[in-house]
């Protein structure tokens, strides 16, 4: 039986123990508001990323963009938007109970933390990636200017000028870099060759040297000028590298540098121009893309 001393001291623990299920209580529910608050900023990330999603889209069709770049921006809007639908599902779970209570403590906690990094890095994303956008991301190189007619081989004169043409696209490759150094980037440069619909002569030497590469018995003019492009491609990627190697070398934020091409024979190199002719020499370029992006 509890006597007249110890009756004081048990109800100042019961008052302890009564404050700090409230004290609890009120941490959960504040958490818990500031979780909820934050649904308008993950709606408005996600209708950036559709935004965006929609943006690459255009920018892809109208030859703006080259596919790697393409292809990696879309993968970042999936991934983003996948996580955004997880955290608003575990959100929805919470919502539809009773009440909240100390139990739901750990899962409101860990939502609300992953919620705020998600939210800054999406954000952060999205504004390195939108100014990546709102630059010259590909730079046109007419043959003409660089390869002597049927050859696919720039010329040793026209090799020790070439730089004068490559430094737009390095400039603005270096401006992008300076302006984010705290960030792991990857550089990606992607050279589209093209030609025009004219025919190769059979039995001349060019024609020879491309059946002979392309290995087909009864090549196509389809097929020969899809080789064309891609020589021409090759070839201005390996001046573009060389050149780019002398000024840019991974280090401290710059992770990586990949080259890639490809011919796209006698494709429209840009779909909005409805009259291109058959030996129009605007379809025999080489599209250089540049593109930077975080790691």
Same mark, same amino acid.
């Given at each position: 039986?509890?006597?007249?001393?110890?009756?004081?001291?048990?109800?100042?623990?019961?008052?302890?123990?009564?404050?700090?299920?409230?004290?609890?209580?009120?941490?959960?529910?504040?958490?818990?508001?500031?979780?909820?608050?934050?649904?308008?900023?993950?709606?408005?990330?996600?209708? #950036?990323? =559709?935004?965006?999603?929609?943006? +690459? &889209? @255009?920018?892809?069709?109208?030859?703006?963009?080259?596919?790697?770049? *393409?292809?990696?921006?879309?993968?970042?809007?999936?991934?983003?938007?996948?996580?955004?639908?997880?955290?608003?599902?575990?959100?929805?779970?919470?919502?539809?109970?009773?009440?909240?209570?100390?139990?739901?403590?750990?899962?409101?906690?860990?939502?609300?933390?992953?919620?705020?990094?998600?939210?800054?890095?999406?954000?952060?994303?999205?504004?390195?990636?939108?100014?990546?956008?709102?630059?010259?991301?590909?730079?046109?190189?007419?043959?003409?200017?660089?390869?002597?007619?049927?050859?696919?081989?720039?010329?040793?004169?026209?090799?020790?000028?070439?730089?004068?043409?490559?430094?737009? #696209?390095? =400039?603005?490759?270096?401006?992008? +870099? &300076? @302006?984010?150094?705290?960030?792991?980037?990857?550089?990606?440069?992607? *050279?589209?060759?093209?030609?025009?619909?004219?025919?190769?002569?059979?039995?001349?030497?060019?024609?020879?040297?491309?059946?002979?590469?392309?290995?087909?018995?009864?090549?196509?003019?389809?097929?020969?000028?899809?080789?064309?492009?891609?020589l021409r491609a090759e070839e201005a990627m390996s001046l573009f590298k060389k050149y780019f190697d002398?000024?840019?070398?991974?280090?401290?934020?710059?992770?990586?540098?990949?080259?890639?091409?490809?011919?796209?024979?006698?494709?429209?190199?840009?779909?909005?121009?409805?009259?291109?002719?058959?030996?129009?020499?605007?379809?025999?370029?080489?599209?250089?893309?540049?593109?930077?992006?975080?790691?």
């Open positions: 039986m509890l006597n007249k001393h110890s009756q004081p001291f048990l109800i100042f623990l019961l008052s302890l123990v009564l404050l700090s299920a409230c004290s609890s209580q009120k941490k959960v529910i504040a958490a818990w508001e500031d979780l909820r608050s934050k649904e308008p900023q993950l709606t408005a990330n996600e209708n #950036a990323l =559709n935004d965006l999603n929609e943006q +690459i &889209k @255009k920018k892809a069709e109208n030859n703006e963009i080259d596919d790697t770049t *393409a292809v990696r921006i879309q993968r970042f809007v999936g991934v983003s938007k996948a996580e955004i639908d997880k955290l608003q599902a575990q959100k929805a779970i919470l919502e539809g109970k009773t009440a909240i209570d100390k139990s739901d403590w750990e899962t409101i906690r860990k939502n609300l933390e992953i919620t705020n990094e998600l939210l800054k890095s999406t954000a952060d994303k999205l504004a390195m990636i939108n100014d990546l956008l709102s630059r010259t991301l590909v730079l046109k190189i007419d043959e003409d200017i660089i390869f002597e007619p049927g050859k696919y081989k720039v010329s040793a004169i026209a090799a020790q000028t070439i730089s004068k043409i490559f430094d737009p #696209a390095a =400039n603005e490759i270096e401006s992008f +870099i &300076k @302006k984010y150094p705290g960030v792991d980037l990857s550089v990606v440069i992607n *050279a589209n060759g093209f030609a025009d619909g004219t025919s190769i002569a059979e039995g001349s030497a060019l024609y020879k040297e491309i059946k002979a590469a392309i290995k087909i018995p009864n090549p196509t003019n389809k097929d020969l000028n899809k080789e064309l492009s891609r002398l000024r840019f070398q991974p280090g401290n934020n710059l992770k990586s540098i990949l080259y890639t091409y490809e011919g796209k024979g006698d494709e429209f190199p840009n779909p909005r121009i409805s009259d291109y002719k058959i030996d129009d020499a605007r379809r025999r370029v080489v599209l250089l893309y540049w593109s930077v992006f975080p790691e």
